[in-house]
């Protein structure tokens, strides 16, 4: 394992508006990290490049950045919403980003590129089999797109305190992954979803194993989805890292900690920064 963030841990600026990518990408690599997630969600809507004529231009911008900097893109975020919400605003273009996200992951050497899935309610009440056989059908034409870019799909485990979802019983996960039989098909396990759902995430990873494909690291106090640093919250981390070295896992450990940083000036970002580094290569050697 390697530790990597995605693009987002310099996403925000204190007084409003976004870092821009390259800049965010050349001020991680100086505090340390040389492996990123390319956000892609954060990218899309609200005048995000990804939405843009141009876009495959600024795909190829940052790949030039990122070759210059000497730093991999192994992972991705698509653009998410409930896939399954016949009356979700904008969907005609929320898929068109999804697309995107898929095709410019192929671009960048991408392994695998991260997708939540949907729910279908039946009068309020939260249908697992409808659900199942509609997400099944949602993802196979993305599965396509991806195999011809040359990159794989993690289904993430979402959280469900308030409502319902699929996805946040991580067998639902496995199963939906052994019932596709697609190879570029796996799951990716949030470590700060799985905390607030009071999960045994240790035994749920050796129990995922060879289908788990990405991770996004963040910890909470297991009230609210925080998106902080690992040892910020009550999430067991020896016994996290544990399972992922039990299980052989060979891909990245990424944070998705944006929230570290969302508040801080300028001025003390890049101190934070390299802190965040250090905590990573502390649990990776655990």
């Known amino acids: 394992m390697r530790v990597s963030t995605s693009t987002n841990i310099l996403d925000c600026l204190p007084e409003g508006g976004r870092v821009p ?15 990123f997630d390319m956000n892609f969600c954060d990218n899309g809507l609200e005048n995000g490049f990804l939405m843009s004529d141009d876009w495959e231009k600024k ?10 900097l000497g730093i991999e893109f192994s992972q991705s975020h698509l653009e998410f919403y409930n896939v399954l919400d016949p009356g979700i605003p904008n969907r005609e273009i929320r898929e068109k980003l999804v697309r995107r996200g898929i095709a410019a992951s192929g671009k960048m050497g ?3 590129t991260v997708l939540h899935l949907g729910t279908i309610y039946e ?36 959280p469900d305190k308030e409502r319902r979802r699929f996805g946040g019983a991580p067998e639902e996960l496995m199963d939906f992954v052994d019932e596709m039989k697609a190879d570029n098909l796996g799951i990716c ?37 925080e998106h902080m640093a ?29 929230n570290m940083t969302r508040k801080l000036p300028l001025e003390l970002r890049m101190q934070q920064l390299r802190h965040l580094v250090d905590i990573g290569e502390y649990l990776i050697k655990l």
Not at 22 to 34: I, T, V, Y
Not at 59 to 68: A, D, N, Q, V
Not at 137 to 144: A, D, S, V, W
């Open 230 to 258: 690992p040892y910020y919250g009550s999430v067991d981390w020896v016994s996290v890292v544990h399972a992922l070295k039990e299980i052989e896992f060979p891909y990245d450990f990424t944070y998705e900690i944006h």
């Open 123 to 158: 009068d309020g009440a939260y249908s697992l089999e409808k659900s199942r056989k509609a997400n099944m059908e949602y993802i196979k034409p993305h599965l396509e797109q991806a195999a011809l870019c040359g990159v794989g799909i993690a289904v993430e485990n979402l």
């Open 59 to 68: 795909i190829h911008e940052i790949m030039e950045e990122g070759s210059r």
């Open 21 to 35: 990518v390259l800049e965010s990408l050349a001020l991680c690599r100086e505090a340390g990290f040389r492996v």
């Open 189 to 225: 396990w949030d470590t700060g979803h799985g905390n607030l759902m009071k999960l045994d995430q240790a035994e749920w990873i050796r129990k995922i194993g060879s289908r788990l494909k990405a991770v996004h690291v963040a910890d909470n106090f297991g009230q609210w989805d």
């Open 110 to 112: 991408v392994k695998w």
